[in-house]
């Protein structure tokens, strides 16, 4: 019941603030050309991004919409974190008093309900600071460089310029919030501890999720390359480690 409301409130406040005309935005935003199959990409392993030869443009509160939705509800990568994160619960027995196959279930709609509650809660001061939702692959070159610019964009992001770094505000201020709600429905739970455990958990794993959105299209050309390789006997067709990673 707790998790309901929960729940129910975060939403309230995102089609409060996403229905509003009062936190509208000019008609040179609104009109701004963008292709949502090229801006609104989500991957299921490692969430939202922008591809390296798509253009950096700022998203309206349609396409703000469209993405959370995506991210939250539609696309499976949301499933998939909350399935693993609940396995890790499961093990860790944690909470200890949720037993069993029906403690797997309560787990499971426990780390549901928190990444969805930290989606809204995102998706809305992202919105209302008109911040950069999104993960943007490195025009760089050169693996640690690219490898930087994963780990540095967990903890800064553009504003509504798309080109001016903020700290990510929205995002680990979602963080710790759903953390802290949680506490409300996990049984003997504290909540700034609930909320600074969160926050850990997007330091991790949002510098594990940018890391593989920028490098999975080499990694998947190696392993395409590897397999082709393995059918002919030209070895010139591989890709050499530089190649992969330029």
């Known amino acids: 019941m707790k998790l309901l409301?929960?729940?129910?409130?975060?939403f309230l406040v995102l089609y409060l603030v996403f229905g509003s005309d009062a936190w509208g935005q000019s008609k040179s935003e609104e009109n701004v050309p963008s292709s949502d199959n090229d801006q609104l990409?989500?991957?299921w392993i490692y969430g939202a991004y922008i591809p390296k030869d798509s253009p950096l443009l700022s998203l309206n509160n349609q396409q703000r919409?469209?993405?959370y939705l995506r991210q939250t509800f539609?696309?499976?990568g949301i499933y998939v974190k909350t399935g693993l994160f609940s396995i890790g619960d499961q093990i860790n027995d944690s909470p200890p008093e949720w037993d069993g196959a029906s403690g797997y279930a309560q787990r499971m709609g426990s780390r549901y309900g928190q990444f969805a509650i930290q989606n809204t809660i995102a998706a809305t001061g992202n919105m209302l600071l008109r911040y950069e939702p999104r993960y943007d692959r490195c025009r760089c070159t050169g693996f640690w460089p690219r490898t930087g610019h994963a780990v540095l964009r967990n903890f800064v992001t553009y504003d509504h310029s798309?080109?001016?770094m903020r700290p990510q505000f929205a995002s680990y201020g979602a963080a710790l919030a759903a953390g802290a709600i949680s506490s409300t429905w996990k049984?003997?739970?504290s909540a700034w501890a609930e909320g600074y455990?969160?926050?850990f958990t997007q330091v991790g794993f949002g510098v594990l999720s940018n890391w593989l959105g920028e490098f999975a299209p080499d990694i998947l050309r190696v392993v395409r390359k590897s397999k082709n390789g393995s059918q002919q006997t030209k070895p010139e067709n591989e890709l050499s480690p530089?190649?992969?990673?330029p």
């Open 74 to 76: 539609t696309s499976p």
């Open 65 to 67: 919409v469209k993405l």
């Open 41 to 43: 990409q989500v991957n």
């Open 197 to 199: 455990r969160s926050v």
């Open 187 to 189: 049984p003997h739970s």
């Open 162 to 164: 798309e080109s001016s």
């Open 242 to 245: 530089k190649q992969a990673f």
């Open 5 to 10: 409301c929960g729940l129910k409130y975060s």
